[in-house]
């Protein structure tokens, strides 16, 4: 029932883009593409890991994209992203080791700190990066194939929605295998998780390392769609953007960062339009109302619609 | 600074993210309020508006903060405080730029009061050397509220243990007012007083968390005596790094602090907490 | 013998949780521990499975040295135990919080591709509930339950482990008076059942008096009495320093 409703969603995301204006098909990539790094974030949460420096594996995966243009010569798309994928993998590994560690807010701040070091590098480090200018990212061959010039937003549009959609159903097993249990059940009680002969740690490296690929893809997608980076992805008020997407949307399900950032992203373009000074303002605001009155995000909505029996969790009768 | 990040969170257990913002509003008010009604006739009137921009600051903003908010989400997982501390702090963010505008704001009066000392034949600026007397004098006046007061000592055991406190009679909810309060203060004065050597731009508050932050978790959270020594090997690292490689001054920060929680994760004076079962 | 402490000591401070404490379980018993507040009950079984490192001596488990190990290698021997304060998933379901550790147990906890929840897992799972008086609340989340209820699906949760040694830390603290036996009446048989060698911390005097096989009479760290429920109980020490009767 879950998968059918799923489905048909996509359906309607692949059917209606080319009746729509460009502006909006552009808006939908780049909302699919944040969903993805949001999507990192709401796993984390399910863990009761708080990161404020997820904009680190996004700027990883962005800046792979980058410079696998700029210094390998690298022109097909599709090779990029594989690019990554592995850099985002290393990267998370990486810093796991040390991360794994910490919770709360020791673990929200590293991250944090991790991604501003990135930041400062990508910002000072003129030669590689490019500096305050960033990099360019001309279109990209999609394996091997120059794609339409008529067609463009279109085609990575389609690209983009294609993988995300693949990778939300990646993280569906996740969240539904044992590790994803694990996860949950160290938010709940770490001391029954290791009594019960579980790692706790190791069940937290794992789902970091997924969580940074998963941003790291939605970098290089990002920085598709929109041609260019700059540092400033790698900022914090990026990772703050992510979570606050990630509040927005809600924990119950693999498909609320979708709704989230799409949401999102439409409102920011209006809101920033009329107000651009009290924008932030504006979404602590909302953060504050989310907190108090709508815990679950906007998904817990959906709560509704279940009291109505319109959908079942499969297993439980 | 990171003295009054570590105080309110050895008492409330909440780490305060907006608290950069209060230093953010500190240096803001405190610079506006020179700009606006300092005159070189009389020098020591800036430094006393410094302080009472901090004063101000500290007692408006803090028990609002504390009791509109924090004191809601008392008890709750640590990531809903978490996020209720950063939506303020975006909140905060967008106030100070209503309230005084995008464009750099300087007012360096203050620091040239002050002149140069020659030591040894080097000039050197001599604000920065009241900088330091101030910080120690707070230090120092902190440490004394702490351990000689009536306040101090229900603070502490406030800190210990709230449940025992509240039932000896302690008004615990007050004490956390008065605690946050006094640590809004601490961060707004660290603000003020250090204006005068920079010019004011957004989103110094969340530069200036990141930092502290950094220097809380090399001390260890909670401790004061930790923050210290937290910030004075940063400054240190800080220093080296602007010497020798001035690409490298942020890294250097997280370099110390990296190594310091490699290998020991709670902070060189942290505790850690056992769970009991 | 499946177990066995040599010397073991530990301090907190000047209190002292276990002074050179000998002991030995024998397979398929079940022992009751009883003891004042603070005498190192719950200590005891925090040495033995790793939460608490001993100041000295050691633990062998079928003639294994074990001291030292984590609680998790611990658990992987063939250790579960259950906790004074149930140490649930509060927000998964008593089911999910079951297969779950079925999953663990054998050996899943990494898997991330295969869901969690299959049938043979949940087949087992139910029948665990089955055996624990729990079929009722299985779909309830773990944090909606009854005291009684989460003390079983504490203990369920070590015992689906299928382990050699079950530790329990008062399986009936918490519970009203009239759900204690109930509590016991559910849990004895069923361990009594499969075998499995039983060590239980228990501060109401009747439980252990009525379940119990062997009691251990603990004070300051020490074992002041031992032996069967009815002469440990009558023995003017353990009056004393239990019930505070001269």
Redesign the interface.
């Known amino acids: 029932m879950a998968l059918v409703l799923a489905l048909a969603g996509l359906a309607v995301f692949l059917v209606v883009p080319p009746f729509l204006p460009e502006w909006i098909t552009f808006l939908l990539t780049l909302a699919w593409a944040k969903a993805l790094a949001v999507l990192g974030i709401v796993l984390l949460l399910r863990g009761g890991l708080l990161t404020f420096g997820h904009a680190l594996y996004y700027a990883v995966g962005a800046y792979t994209a980058g410079f696998a243009v700029k210094f390998l010569g690298v022109h097909d798309g599709l090779v990029a992203l594989v690019l990554a994928v592995a850099t985002g993998a290393g990267a998370s590994a990486l810093l796991g080791l040390l991360l794994a560690r910490y919770r709360g807010v020791h673990f929200g701040l590293l991250n944090l700190a991790f991604s501003m070091v990135l930041y400062a590098i990508l910002l000072k480090f003129y030669a590689v990066t490019g500096g305050t200018d960033g990099l360019r990212l001309p279109t990209p061959l999609l394996a091997g194939v120059k794609p339409d010039a008529q067609h463009l937003r279109l085609t990575i549009y389609y690209v983009t929605v294609v993988l995300a959609a693949l990778l939300l159903y990646v993280a569906h097993r996740f969240t539904t295998s044992p590790l994803g249990y694990t996860l949950r059940a160290v938010r709940d009680n770490e001391v029954r998780v290791e009594y019960m002969g579980a790692s706790v740690s190791q069940a937290i490296y794992c789902s970091y390392i997924v969580a940074g690929v998963m941003a790291s893809v939605g970098g290089v997608l990002a920085g598709f769609s929109v041609g260019h980076i700059v540092p400033e992805v790698s900022f914090w008020t990026q990772s703050g953007e992510f979570v606050f997407v990630a509040l927005l949307g809600g924990t119950g399900s693999v498909l609320a960062p979708v709704a989230g950032s799409i949401v999102f992203e439409f409102v920011r373009n209006y809101a920033f339009k009329y107000s651009p000074y009290t924008w932030q303002m504006t979404l602590g605001i909302v953060l504050l109302i989310i907190i108090f009155f709508l815990p679950g995000g906007l998904w817990s909505l959906t709560g509704i619609a279940r009291r109505w029996g319109l959908t079942t969790r499969r297993w439980s009768r | 600074m990171s003295a009054g990040l570590t105080f309110t969170y050895g008492v409330v257990r909440i780490l305060n993210l907006a608290h950069g913002n209060l230093y953010a509003l500190g240096a803001y008010m405190g610079a506006w309020l020179v700009l606006g009604w300092g005159s070189s006739a009389w020098p020591a009137l800036s430094y006393l508006l410094l302080l009472l921009a901090a004063v101000f600051i500290g007692v408006t903003a803090g028990p609002v903060i504390e009791r509109l908010f924090l004191r809601r989400v008392y008890g709750k997982e640590e990531e809903i405080q978490i996020l209720l501390t950063f939506s303020i702090l975006l909140i905060l963010e967008d106030v100070i730029k209503l309230a005084w505008g995008v464009s750099p704001l300087f007012a360096d009066k203050p620091y040239t009061y002050m002149g140069v000392v020659r030591l040894g034949g080097v000039d050197y600026a001599g604000y920065p050397f009241l900088l330091t007397g101030i910080a120690t004098v707070t230090g120092l006046l902190l440490w004394l509220v702490v351990t000689r007061t009536r306040f101090g000592k229900v603070l502490i055991s406030v800190i210990t243990d709230r449940e025992v406190s509240s039932a000896l009679g302690v008004n615990v909810p007050r004490i956390y007012t008065l605690a946050f309060t006094l640590g809004a203060v601490l961060a707004a004065l660290g603000g003020a007083f250090t204006a005068p050597m920079f010019s004011l731009v957004p989103g110094i508050g969340a530069e200036v968390i990141v930092v502290s932050f950094a220097v809380v978790a090399i001390g260890g959270l909670g401790s004061i005596g930790g923050a210290a020594l937290g910030a004075l090997l940063v400054g240190l690292a800080r220093a080296t790094a602007v010497h020798l490689f001035p690409e490298l001054d942020l890294f250097a920060i997280y370099l110390i602090m990296a190594l310091v929680l490699l290998f020991r994760p709670q902070g060189l004076f942290g505790q850690v907490e056992a769970r009991r079962i | 013998m499946v177990l066995e402490t040599i010397g073991l000591t530990k301090f907190f401070g000047m209190v002292r949780a276990a002074e050179d404490l000998s002991l030995t379980f024998q397979e398929g018993e079940l022992v009751g521990i009883v003891g004042p507040n603070g005498s190192g009950k719950t200590t005891l079984l ?1 040495v033995i ?1 790793g ?1 608490v490192k001993p100041d000295r001596g050691r633990i062998r488990y079928q003639g294994k040295d074990i001291t030292g190990l ?3 290698a611990v ?2 021997l063939g250790i ?2 259950s ?3 149930p ?7 008593v ?2 919080n079951l297969v ?2 079925l ?3 054998a050996g ?10 299959r049938a043979d897992r ?1 087949d087992e799972a139910r029948r665990v509930l089955e055996q624990f008086d729990l079929e009722e609340h299985a ?1 309830h989340e773990a944090g909606q339950l009854p005291e009684g209820a989460r003390k079983l699906l504490d203990v369920a ?2 015992f689906a ?1 299928r382990p050699r040694i079950l530790l329990m830390d008062e399986p009936t603290s918490g519970v009203s008076a009239r759900d204690k036996s109930k509590v016991m009446d559910t849990l004895v048989p069923v361990l009594k059942g499969t075998g499995v060698t039983t060590i239980f911390v228990e501060h109401d005097m009747e439980v252990v008096q009525r379940y119990a096989e062997r009691v251990l009479a603990f004070d300051e760290g020490k074992v002041v009495a031992a032996g069967s429920p009815d002469a440990v109980l009558a023995d003017p020490a353990v009056r004393r320093a239990l019930l505070g009767q001269p």
Do not use: K
């Open positions: 925090n499975t939460y984590s609680p998790r658990a992987d579960a135990r906790f004074q304060m140490q649930l998933y509060l927000s998964l379901t089911l999910e779950l550790a999953a663990i147990r899943r906890a990494r898997g991330f591709w295969a869901p969690l929840v949940l779909t949760l070590s482990r």
